[in-house]
């Protein structure tokens, strides 16, 4: 079993920064990819950015030149820095993470969710 924790979400101004951290624990032989979603209310829950575990990262094209992830693997923990932000970037974050375990299996977990409030 693993688990994701999520930490850094809150209340910021327009304009401000904000850095999500995403640990994983558990079984974990390795980290194959790893993920920000997000949710606003009465919206369909849409990707933010990904990373391979050979730090291959593909963005939202409304987050490209604001967001960044980057990824800890000796913590088994991924970021999401996130810069100049915008009323229109609230929402739920989540992290998924695609996880290997010793008989390779694959599985992919999701967290639980932080809350990210932009005021204008």
């Known amino acids: 079993q693993v688990q994701l924790v999520e930490s850094g979400g809150g209340l910021v101004q327009a304009g401000g920064s904000l850095r999500l951290s995403c640990a994983a624990s558990?079984?974990?032989?390795?980290?194959?990819?790893s993920g920000w979603y997000r949710q606003a209310p009465g919206k369909r829950r849409e990707l933010v950015a990904t990373i391979t575990d050979g730090g291959s990262t593909n963005y939202a094209d409304s987050v490209k030149g604001r967001f960044t992830i980057s990824r800890d693997n000796a913590k088994n923990t991924v970021y999401l820095q996130m810069n100049s932000l915008k009323p229109e970037d609230t929402a739920v974050y989540y992290c998924?993470?695609?996880?290997?375990?010793?008989?390779?299996?694959?599985?992919?977990?999701w967290g639980q969710g932080t809350q990210v409030t932009v005021s204008s």
């Open positions: 998924q993470t695609l996880v290997v375990v010793a008989t390779g299996t694959k599985y992919r977990y």
């Open positions: 558990g079984s974990i032989f390795r980290i194959n990819e």
